[in-house]
């Protein structure tokens, strides 16, 4: 069987180095990839969101599979070409993939199937949004662009002024494109947040394990957002009794919404939630595995994953039976490079990557990652490594991670320190099923 997985990062180096594990042995191709693909895959330099060459690469390799990782391509349309090319393909189509291209929409499809959201109001004028928001009696409000901002679409504000200032940046200034073109303004909701990953055919629904992400860069949640500098699974707070609320009241009407406006979907639901006082309320919606969330999540399956993406992509993942999950927890604490998630410095050379899988049950993945002229291996990118441990607990698996971090060696290298520690059990929840 041959496989080809479009992405450059950390998720699609594990989801390689996973597939690779299988018995069915499939042969891999990877586009882009980085240095850590390589090593599993052949990788072909190709970008993303080249959809005609991808699509061309397919034909001409003969692949029986496409996963797609990241979500440019997915809202670019790229599982739709491949699909009409005959090609069975792991990722939702471009109406699928709205539910993370476009707020308004999923707000709407929300709205629409009563699924529980922030209430909210569109607009595509600012002067209509300004004067909205001059009259609102109740704060912070959120103001949301409606387009792809890699994480930087999102304003809570505390006031009208700072609220009509964002919308003055995005619809008037147009600091994010066309995707400030229209905006949604929402009530703030006040709870936790948390993430459920589910892959689903459009029919049957498999939820993976509970998994969460550090989003801002500095420690205690400082700093600007980032991808995510950390990742750990299993997470305490997210109970099998709040994961089939997330089933029961998000995911299946949300399915079946979308089976209802004649959108198939195969792929990933990556669904963000607030826990409220009145039950789990959707933030977002990705369509794709998250990076570093991924990461994490192929440490711990046990199980081929190559059927469960394969029978996804066929409409047939009620054939499939519930994967196993290794009880450990992983932690996997992301290298970054100096300046990210700014502009960062590249081409250093990283040392240390042999010494740091001596650790036990530590795996590195790439993200940033290139070869030099000169063979070495160098950073190229603001997500340098995902530097992932196993560990019997959180302590365990914290303590493996951090010494196969520290044994990397790059200028510029920078972490979080603090990855795994918000795990916040409290005593009730955690005896409960
Ligand atoms: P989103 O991209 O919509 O998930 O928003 C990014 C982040 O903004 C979320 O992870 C939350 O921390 C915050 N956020 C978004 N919407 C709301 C909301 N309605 N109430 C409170 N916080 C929000
Ligand atoms: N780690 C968050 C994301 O992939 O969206």
């Not at 740091?356 to 340098?384: K, Y």
Request: net charge neutral; aromatic share 4%; glycine share 10%.
């Amino acid at each position: 069987m041959k496989v080809l997985v479009v992405g450059a990062g950390g998720r699609e180096h594990a989801l390689c180095w996973k597939l690779a594990q299988s018995p069915l042995k499939p042969e891999i191709v990877c586009v882009p990839g980085n240095v850590g693909t390589a090593t599993v895959a052949r990788n072909v330099a190709l970008k993303v969101t080249d959809v005609a060459g991808i699509v061309k690469l397919a034909q001409k390799e003969a692949v029986d599979l496409v996963v797609i990782g990241p979500e440019d391509p997915l809202v670019l349309g790229l599982a739709d070409k491949l699909r009409a090319a005959g090609i069975h393909t792991f990722g939702p189509g471009a109406a699928g993939a709205r539910l993370e291209g476009s707020k308004v929409f999923t707000k709407d499809l929300l709205d629409k199937h009563r699924i529980p959201t922030a209430t909210f109001k569109r607009f595509d004028r600012s002067g209509a949004a300004k004067s909205y928001l001059e009259g609102c009696t109740t704060w912070p409000q959120v103001v949301k662009a409606d387009g792809l901002a890699a994480g930087k679409g999102v304003f809570v504000c505390h006031d009208a002024k700072s609220a009509c200032t964002a919308v003055d940046e995005v619809m008037e200034k147009k600091t994010l494109g066309s995707a400030g073109a229209q905006i949604v303004v929402e009530e703030f909701l006040v709870g936790e947040e948390a993430s459920v990953l589910a892959i689903t055919d459009g029919e049957t629904i498999l939820i993976l394990e509970p998994v969460m992400d550090h989003k801002q860069v500095g420690d205690n949640d400082t700093g600007p957002n980032t991808g995510g500098m950390g990742v750990f699974s299993p997470v305490p707070t997210l109970t099998k009794r709040l994961q089939r609320q997330v089933e029961q009241r998000i995911l299946v009407p949300a399915v079946h919404a979308l089976r209802r406006e004649e959108i198939e979907f195969r792929g990933v639901l990556f669904v963000g939630i607030m826990i409220t006082d009145s039950g789990p309320k959707v933030l977002e919606f990705n369509t794709r595995f998250g990076d570093p969330e991924c990461q994490a999540l192929m440490r711990r399956m046990k199980s081929d994953l190559l059927p469960i993406l394969d029978a996804t992509a066929r409409g047939k993942l009620s054939d499939i039976q519930e994967p196993h999950w290794d009880p450990r927890v992983c932690v996997g604490v992301v290298a970054a490079a100096q300046g990210y998630p700014g502009n960062v410095r590249k081409n250093d050379v990283i040392d240390g990557l042999e010494d740091a899988e001596i650790v036990p049950e530590a795996v590195v993945f790439h993200a940033g990652t290139a070869r030099s002229m000169r063979g070495e291996i160098v950073t190229a990118g603001g997500r340098v490594l995902c530097v992932t441990a196993l560990g019997d607990d959180i302590t365990a698996a914290r303590k493996s991670a951090y010494d196969a971090y520290d044994r990397v060696r790059f200028e510029g290298k920078f972490c979080r320190r603090d990855i795994g520690v918000r795990r916040r059990v409290e005593p009730e929840e955690s005896s409960r099923p």
